[in-house]
Nanobody, 128 residues
Framework: QVQLLESGGGLVQAGGSLRLSCAAS????????LGWFRQAPGKERDFVAG????????AYADSVKGRCTISRDNAKNTVYLQMNSLKPEDTAVYYC?????????????????????WGQGTLVTVSS
């Protein structure tokens, strides 16, 4: 079973940038679609971005489109979320998650969030 560990969160001023990383254990990482989600205090966990196993397709929530980029390095078993032009409303715990059905070409499962494998989260705080 793949395990995920996020890093890169922290405190940043509005307008700043952060790059989150999610490192995975396991040899099957490269076959899984991956996603980033976030949960703000008192709110439900929401989809942020997803990427297919090959990296050939990506998807973004409207709230981050144009400001965030998801990417992956299968050689390093790592998925990234580059976040630019951060806003106070981006403050949340950010989680990565894996769709463990191998070689799935669609991001629908990722975007719906019905996933079995989750990281523990990393906190992003954006000050105004």
């Amino acid at each position: 079973q793949v395990q995920l560990l996020e890093s890169g969160g922290g405190l940043v001023q509005a307008g700043g940038s952060l790059r989150l990383s999610c490192a995975a254990s396991g040899r099957t990482f490269s076959t899984y679609a991956l996603g980033w989600f976030r949960q703000a205090p008192g709110k439900e966990r929401d989809f942020v971005a997803g990427i297919t196993w090959s990296g050939g397709s990506t998807a973004y929530a409207d709230s981050v489109k144009g400001r965030c980029t998801i990417s992956r390095d299968n050689a390093k078993n790592t998925v990234y979320l580059q976040m630019n032009s951060l806003k106070p409303e981006d403050t949340a715990v950010y989680y990565c998650a894996a769709d463990t059905y191998p070689y799935r070409s669609s991001l629908r499962v990722i975007s719906e969030g019905y996933l079995e494998v989750w990281g523990q989260g990393t906190l992003v705080t954006v000050s105004s």
